[in-house]
DNA sequence: GTCTATACGCCGATAGAC
DNA sequence: GTCTATCGGCGTATAGAC
């Protein structure tokens, strides 16, 4: 019972330092992209020896992997939940940029990191240990909504695009300043533009 | 007489390197990034020693610059024209996607360095030797399009940001394979998108 | 003037000191 | 078990050989 309890509050003292790691790691990675930043400057950042930066994390790829299926895995259900609790084609597609806005305001990194950052760097092998690409869910509502009518039958790639492109260009100008305002202020133009170009007739 | 003949020459010589050298980081910056490319690489491809490639480059960032300026400066060329000839707003913008749908199957190459690359690795220094920035004419005739009331009369950013978010996700999916064939074949539907989303009423 | 060999610094990863 | 000192490798840039 001691033992287990010991050893409770060290697993617990390492997935600390693992998220502290992570969180560093992050910083940088949206910053500098993950070829500019040395396991160096994650150890000034987090305050954490090499050493225990190693025993965490096999190598540097390691750590961008476990960013990026932790991040991609939470976006997913972010998604799953958006995808349950509306109704309409329209009202998901929303609250997608909802959602998307409120991240970027809140966690600018991580859209960095998720949106604009050279994934093919870190993640060269294929396999993405069972992590779906973060948008896939996006593309199955906008497809439903081909199926159903509420969006324009054009090939469902570049409806899906279309979307993307407009939400990902416009966080974009808003993380590099070009946009002074928080995303929400612009939510009505943007999520305008977005339907004109999607809707049925 | 003959001097010259025989330093115009050696001019046409040095271009000529100058051109190969350029070519060659073009290539390889589009496909590994900037970071990841090496003067070595660079000498590989190119089949010219490291002493000539340092006789017309200072470093390697130089190469970057030299590439962007050149490139930037041949689209905004491309985009003056197009704004020359053409009368309508909309017409302007169609020939604009025209205009990028053909040079990404023509040089996907200079599409990838130019749209896709995280210029801040090689433009830290804000000075673009005075080379404006190689969509400024875009946003122009938009803004124009807006006091005409062609266009919807949303902040001239953010109908900017959606006409090239849509332009520009296209034209990735189209890089990384997603879509199969030639843009030319998506033409219709993209800029049927794309004009839905920004024309007034 | 052209190229090859090398200096120098930085980074990722480890192994040995405490 | 932790940390620090260091190794090997690579990348840029240069300096010296031809």
Redesign the pocket.
């Known amino acids: 019972m001691i033992k287990e309890t010991k050893e409770n509050i060290k697993q617990k003292e390492k997935d600390e330092f693992r998220d502290q790691i992570l969180d560093s790691a992050l910083n940088l990675f949206a910053a500098k992209g993950y070829s500019n930043?040395?396991?160096?400057d994650i150890k000034r950042k987090s305050n954490?020896?090499?050493?225990?930066i190693?025993?965490q994390f096999k190598?540097?790829?390691t750590i961008a992997k476990a960013l990026y299926v932790d991040l991609a895995r939470r976006m997913d259900d972010s998604l799953c939940e958006i995808a349950r609790t509306n109704t309409t084609v329209r009202e998901r597609m929303r609250a997608v940029v909802d959602l998307m806005f409120d991240l970027t305001e809140q966690a600018p990194d991580v859209m960095r990191f998720l949106l604009l950052s050279r994934h093919q760097e870190f993640l060269l092998d294929g396999e993405l240990q069972g992590c779906t690409p973060p948008f896939d869910k996006v593309k199955d509502i906008i497809m439903k909504g081909i199926k159903t009518g509420e969006i324009r039958r054009i090939d469902s790639l570049l409806v899906d695009g279309c979307f993307q492109g407009i939400i990902i260009r416009t966080i974009e100008l808003r993380l590099d300043g070009t946009l002074e305002k928080p995303l929400d202020r612009y939510f009505n133009d943007v999520w305008s533009l977005v339907w004109s170009a999607v809707e049925a007739i």
């Not at 930043?37 to 160096?40: G, K």
């Not at 954490?48 to 225990?52: A, D, N, V, W």
């Open positions: 930043t040395s396991i160096e954490i020896s090499t050493s225990r190693y025993g190598n540097k790829q």
